[in-house]
């Protein structure tokens, strides 16, 4: 059975930072792109920053330069290193595991709530 279970979402104020983390279970983690995708209220679905199997990463422009994504293959996990957070920045962030640029498997969520 696979799962991803996501971890370390909370309150933080603007400016904070926040580490999310993904433990996979279930797959061969290690030849799946991991991504981090977030939905805030009426809002759809949108990638924030992916990971490949080898190491590449690409953000989203909103992100850049303040988030980090890393991957540990041997913990089958993945990181999100979130610093100045913003306001904007506020939604449920998914973790997904993909093979082809669309995640087949995805985590329950974590709430990320940036205010003052």
């Known amino acids: 059975q696979v799962q991803l279970v996501e971890s370390g979402g909370g309150l933080v104020q603007p400016g904070g930072s926040l580490r999310l983390s993904c433990a996979a279970s279930?797959?061969?983690?290690?030849?799946?792109?991991m991504g981090w995708y977030r939905q805030a209220p009426g809002k759809q679905r949108e990638l924030v920053a992916r990971?490949?199997?080898?190491?590449?990463?690409n953000y989203a422009d909103s992100v850049k330069g303040r988030f980090t994504i890393s991957r540990d293959n041997a913990k089958s996990t993945v990181l999100l290193q979130m610093n100045s957070l913003k306001p904007e920045d506020t939604a449920v962030y998914y973790c997904?595991?993909?093979?082809?640029?669309?995640?087949?498997?995805w985590g329950q969520g974590t709430q990320v709530t940036v205010s003052s």
């Open positions: 990971i490949t199997n080898g190491g590449s990463t």
């Open positions: 279930g797959i061969a983690f290690s030849i799946y792109a």
């Open positions: 997904g595991a993909d093979l082809t640029g669309t995640p087949h498997h």
